[in-house]
C-alpha cells in the first residue's frame, strides 16, 4: 500500500518568513496529492492540492509543487501570519481502487509574531 | 449549510461496553469514511463505504464495525471497545472517494477506560 512520509514534524517561523513542508509518497499510481489544516481542537480542512497532470499550483500565499519521478511534494506558505499556526497534513491517494487518503504524520508549524 | 456532522463529540467508557458514534452528511456524497487521529501517526483509514450497501474495511478495521443503510448516515460501531481505542475519530464524505474534495465531521474524542 501507499505509504507517506513528511518533515518537519515541527516547524517555527518568524512572522513574514516562508515555511516549506515536504512530503514523499510511495506508489506510483497515486496522483492526487492534498494539503490539510488543522487548527487546535478542529477538524482537518483541505487548504489546496495538485494532481499529477500538474508540476504546480498556487493560491495566494501557498503553493505546492509536485515531481513525480522523484515521488516527492512540498507545501510553500510564504509571508506567514500567525494565523498560520496550525498542524498541516499531506495525503496521497489514486483514482483506482479504494481511494482512501494516506496522510502524513504532519506538521506543526508555529509562527512567531 | 454543506456539512458533516458527528455525535457525541466527546465520549469516556468502559471496555466493553457497546457504543455508536454517529456521522450525517448533507451533500448527497456517494463515499463515506472513518478515520481515527493519534499522535505521530497522522490519521489511519478504519472503514469506508463507497455508496449504500458497500462497505469496506480500511488499513485499521479490528475492532469496528460499520454500516451504510442510507446514503447520508454512516454509523461507526465499537461492539467491545478496549483502551487502545482510545483515540480522536473523524468521520469524512467525498463525491467519489478521497480523491475528490474531503469534507471532515467535527470529531469524536473517544476515551476507553
Known amino acids: 500500500g501507499e505509504n507517506v512520509e513528511q518533515h518537519p514534524s515541527t516547524l517555527s517561523v518568524q512572522e513574514g518568513d516562508s515555511a516549506v513542508i515536504k512530503c514523499t509518497y510511495s506508489?506510483?499510481?497515486?496522483?492526487?496529492f492534498p494539503w490539510y489544516k488543522q487548527e487546535l481542537g478542529k477538524r482537518p480542512q483541505l487548504i489546496i492540492d495538485i494532481r499529477s497532470n500538474v508540476g504546480e499550483k498556487k493560491d495566494q500565499r501557498i503553493a505546492v509543487t509536485l515531481n513525480k519521478t522523484a515521488k516527492h511534494f512540498s507545501l510553500h506558505i510564504t509571508e506567514t501570519q500567525p494565523e498560520d499556526s496550525a498542524v498541516y497534513f499531506c495525503a496521497a491517494t489514486s483514482d483506482t481502487g479504494r481511494r482512501a487518503l494516506t496522510f502524513g504524520s504532519g506538521t506543526r508549524l508555529q509562527v512567531q509574531p | 449549510e454543506a456539512q458533516v456532522t458527528q455525535n457525541p463529540r466527546y465520549l469516556i467508557t468502559v471496555t466493553g461496553k457497546k457504543l455508536t458514534v454517529t456521522c450525517s452528511q448533507n451533500m448527497n456524497h456517494e463515499y463515506m469514511s472513518w478515520y481515527r487521529q493519534d499522535p505521530g501517526l497522522g490519521l489511519r483509514q478504519i472503514y469506508y463505504?463507497?455508496?449504500?450497501?458497500?462497505?469496506d474495511k480500511g488499513d485499521v478495521p479490528e475492532g469496528y464495525k460499520v454500516s451504510r443503510k442510507e446514503k447520508r448516515n454512516f454509523p461507526l460501531i465499537l461492539e467491545s471497545p478496549s483502551p487502545n481505542q482510545t483515540s480522536l475519530y473523524f468521520c469524512a464524505s467525498s463525491w467519489t472517494g478521497m480523491n475528490t474534495e474531503a469534507f471532515f465531521g467535527q470529531g469524536t474524542r473517544l476515551t476507553v477506560v
Open positions: 463505504s463507497m455508496n449504500v450497501e458497500v462497505t
Open positions: 506508489d506510483s499510481a497515486s496522483n492526487y
